[in-house]
């Protein structure tokens, strides 16, 4: 039987960390992989959570399994963060899943359950994961515009006459804030825009809020996905913990529906079915520890703290790399990179300026040229800076 399966594609990034490794240069840079690194090249474990791990250490009395759909105090922690104290609780059911790209599956998953004919429409380009996955279920997708190559910036006229096409029941895939790969987002007054225009279609949004607090700050990156939430009738939110609060390989993550109140009880029985038929019970360590962070006003106040740095320290990379990109080229034609937020930009550079970058300046990232702003730091900087000009981007 085995021997009739076929090879898989490789996963372009994973791929990428291979060829990165197998280098030997000292000097290589890594701009591939999305994980946040400090200026160290670590992945730090961050200070709340490390206190809350002791703390539950201290506390935990048994292993054994929580409810199927995850801990309810989680999911009203998460909904606090995502929609703000005041979200509409008799209108949310919520599931507690295996990582952000969980609940992006679970999402897909009950979209088909509720229309098998939907259509679920992405941004070109998106987070390479989410058409992957829409691939492998046999889901019917298209692609709307979204980022304009020659400005760096969000095409919003071409995604908007795009979107015109929709219909009701089609589900719209949004990203929360700092769009992954581009880093360019949607303005407010554009957020309120795709709003009228779902409401005249009847479509659905769904949207991927994997970095909120990474770009603008917590309560300034969620606010398009409040506006959303606060207009539409239905509405599906996958959020990741993963970034935000540094737990990648906890896979702590948390999918968000609001419904008619009236629709809430077979929603929720629905997402529970989900996670019954896919791993049963979701993972409980990292939800728990992101719960107890939420909760506990001294933890909260140093993990919003610390990741206030983070986020000014992406910023401050942004902005030095801008720079010495606009001292070297004598243009400001870089100058998005200061505009873009979160972790990821994209240069504009070809496939073939992007090799040239990896062979002769140990530079790594994807082959459209989508690299990690975290994966910098200051004395970085003006080695990608010298190579993204000897390369002629």
Known sequence: MFNALKPQSQDKILALMGMFRADPRPEKV???VGVYKDADGRTPVMRAIKAAEKQLWEAETTKTYTALAGEPAFHAAMAGLVLGADYPKDRLSALQTVGGTGAVRMAFEL?????????????????????????????PRKSYRYFDAETRAVDFDAMMADLAALK?????????????????????EQWAAVADLLEQTGAIPMVDIAYQGFGDGLEADA???????SRLPEVMIAASCSKNFGIYRERTGCLMVLSDAAAKETTQGTLAYLNRQTYSFAPDHGARLVTMV???PTLRAEWEAE???????MLGLREQLAAELRQLSNS???????????????LGATAEQVETMRAENGIYMVSDSRFNVAGLNEKSVPVLARAIIAAGV
């Open 30 to 32: 890594d701009l591939g």
């Open 111 to 139: 979209a088909r359950i509720a229309n098998p004919d939907c259509t679920v429409w992405a941004s070109d380009p998106t987070w390479p994961n989410h058409l992957s996955i829409l691939d492998f279920m046999h889901m």
């Open 168 to 188: 009701a029941g089609d589900v719209v895939l949004l990203h929360g804030c700092c769009h992954n790969p581009t880093g360019a987002n949607l303005t407010i």
């Open 223 to 229: 606010a398009g996905t409040r506006l959303i939430a």
């Open 294 to 296: 939420l909760s506990d």
């Open 307 to 313: 990741l206030e740095a983070v986020r000014n320290g």
């Open 332 to 346: 400001d034609r870089f100058d998005f990179l200061a505009r873009h937020r979160g972790m990821f930009s994209r």
